[in-house]
T-cell receptor
């Protein structure tokens, strides 16, 4: 079956702009979670959506937001970009939700903020 | 959230077993222990998880201490493809997977 698909794979933005990243989970999976990975901070949990509802949130400012659609596809948005937002953004899907079993990760969207 | 301690790096020879340790002394009684690995330029990949008893799957074995304060991921015969960063993650009942710094495993031919 098809894996988790993230788009775009690479993008470059400038400070102050906003960005929207997309994640298509594995068919049948209802949970999508998002992570930010940087060399300094490692992998950090952003938020999780389950059946269109945000179920968990990490310690990130309000500039980071997300949503999930009825087909389980998810988007995350970062507004007013800062240089420190440059990172690999990963999404993961699972059938029941994080912590209850196997997560399947996409290859990530690499964001560079200039 | 439970804290984990893993060696920053480990080395192994190809075809030999590898034991990757993890301390999670603050784990709660109902937290599962998950292991993921991340190969270069890829997203993390699930390896195994368990609660109390040892677990085996096609990729690895997980040995969990009786007091659950530590666990060991065992790769029975390391291959070059096993070179990755391995993360030990106590399952947070709130549903967040909190990744630590992990152990970078290198495998020598």
């Amino acid at each position: 079956k098809a894996g988790v698909t993230q788009t775009p794979r690479y993008l470059i933005k400038t400070r102050g702009q906003q960005v929207t990243l997309s994640c298509s989970p594995i068919s049948g999976h209802r949970s999508v979670s998002w992570y930010q990975q940087t060399p300094g901070q490692g992998l950090q949990f952003l938020f999780e959506y389950f059946s269109e509802t945000q179920r968990n949130k990490g310690n990130f400012p309000g500039r980071f937001s997300g949503r999930q659609f009825s087909n389980s596809r998810s988007e995350m948005n970062v507004s007013t970009l800062e240089l420190g937002d440059s990172a690999l953004y990963l999404c993961a899907s699972s059938f029941a939700g994080t912590g209850t079993g196997e997560l399947f990760f996409g290859e990530g969207s690499r964001l560079t903020v200039l | 959230d439970a804290k984990t301690t893993q060696p920053n790096s480990m080395e192994s020879n190809e075809e030999e077993p590898v034991h990757l340790p993890c301390n999670h002394s603050t784990i709660s009684g109902t937290d599962y222990i998950h292991w993921y690995r991340q190969l270069p330029s890829q997203g993390p990949e699930y390896v195994i998880h368990g609660l109390t008893s040892n677990v085996n799957n096609r990729m690895a074995s997980l040995a969990i201490a009786e007091d659950r304060k530590s666990s060991t991921l065992i790769l029975h015969r390391a291959t070059l493809r096993d070179a990755a960063v391995y993360y030990c993650i106590p399952y947070n009942q709130g549903g967040k997977l909190i990744f630590g710094q992990g152990t970078e495993l290198s495998v020598k031919p």
